[in-house]
């Protein structure tokens, strides 16, 4: 599966006023990665003020399977919203607690302790029986899994690891700033969104012929904040722009401004017909 990755400033709900607001965002901004496979979500520290922590719970909240919720995410006042936004509906996220032999079952489990006489890691896996699993398995990491077997010791399925061919979700990681993901990433494509960029169309066929050569190639699509721009961003990092595409998502907008939530899905969009093409 080819990586398709965004980065997000730390301060990109600087334009939100209440918690309401902030977890629609979120939730909005979750959508669209979800919608458009986006692999790897990265938040990068911004100047302003910013809510690194809020913007990385409920990223990694929402992207979480409903049924391994409660042994990751304890209580928090910043979560009480979280459940008025619609669910991802991703591959990962099961819905099914029994198991089905005639069924390949392929789902995400957490380590909830490790047993010392089986010599066997516990594993949630949001089903009537826990899971089995050979080796020391860290308590509280999420692992894929498949079910071999329904009975072990006639109490636990057996499992295995597994590495989904699905879409499985996004990964989430935080930067100290945009010129450390830039320096630390070997993206094929690095778009940089600003109105002070060309627009799309003269871009294409430099980035389809990228794509299209290489089954593998990955992309990294930029967004800066709602008063920030890229631009700005760019130039106090004294990073490099010879290899970046810098790209005006909407070269004849109609409104004075473009809220962030609009530019990830908008932006996603344009670059999925490319994948799609």
Not at 61 to 87: D, H, S
Request: charged fraction near 20%.
């Amino acid at each position: 599966m080819r990586e398709l990755a965004i980065a997000i400033p730390s301060n990109i709900l600087e334009d939100c006023q209440s918690l309401s607001e902030k977890t629609h965002k979120l939730g909005i901004i979750a959508r669209a990665a979800s919608i458009f496979k986006v692999t790897k979500i990265h938040v990068y520290k911004n100047q302003g003020i910013h809510d690194k922590d809020l913007i990385l719970l409920l990223l990694r909240y929402l992207v979480t399977p409903q049924y391994l919720r409660k042994n990751l995410f304890p209580i928090k006042k910043e979560l009480k919203l979280a459940g008025t936004l619609p669910p991802l509906r991703i591959p990962s996220h099961m819905v099914n607690r029994n198991y089905n032999p005639d069924v390949i079952n392929i789902r995400d489990g957490v380590c909830i302790r490790f047993d010392n006489k089986l010599n066997m890691s516990i594993i949630d896996i949001g089903m009537h029986n826990y899971g089995i699993l050979e080796g020391n398995i860290s308590v509280g990491g999420i692992i894929t899994v498949k079910i071999v077997s329904q009975s072990y010791k006639g109490k636990y399925f057996l499992l295995q690891k597994i590495q989904p061919t699905d879409y499985w979700g996004y990964d989430l990681t935080y930067n100290n700033s945009l010129k450390d993901i830039l320096s630390t990433n070997n993206y094929n494509v690095t778009v940089i969104t600003s109105k002070f960029g060309s627009d799309f169309n003269s871009n294409v066929k430099l980035i389809s012929e990228e794509i299209k050569n290489n089954t593998d190639s990955s992309i990294l699509i930029a967004f800066g904040s709602p008063k920030t721009g890229l631009m700005s961003v760019i130039s106090r990092e004294k990073i490099d722009k010879s290899n970046l595409f810098l790209i005006n998502l909407f070269p004849n907008q109609g409104v004075e401004t473009i809220r962030s939530e609009e530019a990830i899905m908008a932006g996603l969009s344009l670059f999925n017909s490319l994948y799609s093409s």
